[in-house]
């Protein structure tokens, strides 16, 4: 009885304990192009989803990032991502995370594109706590004039 009770709250521990520890990231890669200079005579759509990796860094200041000619765009020299996915054609994407805070960065040809920066100079970081559901779109805008 005792073993049975013991062998049933190991299996329920297996089988919710990794999902629960972790946080649910889910979002929306944009794809942002041309002029999208604020007027108040046109109406902005909303940006269209497309296909890309998502990838989630370590904290990572702007000034650790080994930068190119291009604003926001970067190489990772000696820096590995701890987790990446996938966005659907729509753009859609989802992930689980452990606790803790992370430099979230879209692959652009081998190179890495965020032009977010918080008032600390850490690139895209997104916060993820246990057992949260946090949504994140992310605009890959490198196109785009302002």
């Known amino acids: 009885m005792i073993k049975s009770i013991a062998l049933s709250f190991m299996l329920a521990f297996f089988l ?7 946080g649910l990231l889910t979002g929306k890669l944009q ?6 200079m604020p007027s108040p ?23 650790q990032a080994d930068p190119t000619r291009e604003p926001g765009v970067y190489r990772m020299s000696g820096k590995m ?5 996938m966005a659907d ?21 081998g190179f ?19 057992r949260e559901t946090k949504q994140l779109v992310l605009r890959a805008d490198w196109d785009a004039v302002y």
């Open 41 to 63: 005579d046109i109406a902005r759509e909303e940006p269209p989803g497309f296909a890309g990796t998502i990838y989630f860094f370590e904290p990572i200041m702007a000034s």
């Open 81 to 85: 991502p701890l987790a990446k996915t």
């Open 89 to 109: 054609s729509l753009g859609q994407f989802h992930i689980r995370l452990k606790p803790g805070r992370y430099s979230v960065l879209i692959g652009r040809d």
């Open 16 to 22: 919710t304990g990794c999902s629960t520890s972790r």
């Open 112 to 130: 890495f594109y965020s032009n977010i920066t918080d008032l600390d100079g850490s690139i895209n970081p997104v916060t993820i706590t246990r």
């Open 31 to 36: 794809r942002v192009t041309g002029n999208n």
